[in-house]
């Protein structure tokens, strides 16, 4: 299954919650978010994401985020034929998709809204059953947990996979 990156956000590290695609469980550093955002004159895609579209952008931004130690860069990554599909259905012109994550480490993989990254890890009907990421060598149990979020809890669906890196 191949993935490809839809964006970034810089947040509160380390993470007092689980790790998570959700903002509600890992929160963005508004701070360090913004200063980005002006100093590096970027912008957020429809995802509500950072747009960073270079390696050479990529570099300056984890050199910068580096001096501070209450922040770390997240990226994320989605099904590509989802993401593709999606851009052509709504006329988006992506320039994230085309970034090398491999400096990056991978924390593994979140199920969640594919409209508002709305976690699926910690929902209650599951209980404890799902309570961190899926590690990255188990795309079957992250395909299934997507397909019993979509079954489970409607409302938000559609729920694909995202796979999650970090700078630090």
Sequence with gaps: MEFICVGFDIRDWPCEGELSV??????????INLDVI???NLKENEYQLL??????????IINYISKYEACNLLAIELPKEVVSFHNKKHGYQRVSNDVDLSGLVSRGYDVCDYNGFYTFMRHPE??????????EDDICKALEV??????????HSPF????????R
């Design 22 to 31: 959700e903002e509600g469980e890992w929160n963005i550093n508004e701070k």
């Design 38 to 40: 002006k100093l590096f």
């Design 51 to 60: 747009e960073i579209g270079s390696m050479t952008m990529l570099q300056k």
């Design 126 to 135: 599951t209980g404890d059953y799902f309570t961190n990421l899926i590690p």
């Design 146 to 155: 997507a397909q019993l979020a979509n079954v489970v809890e409607k409302q």
């Design 160 to 167: 694909v996979v995202a796979k999650l890196f970090t700078f």
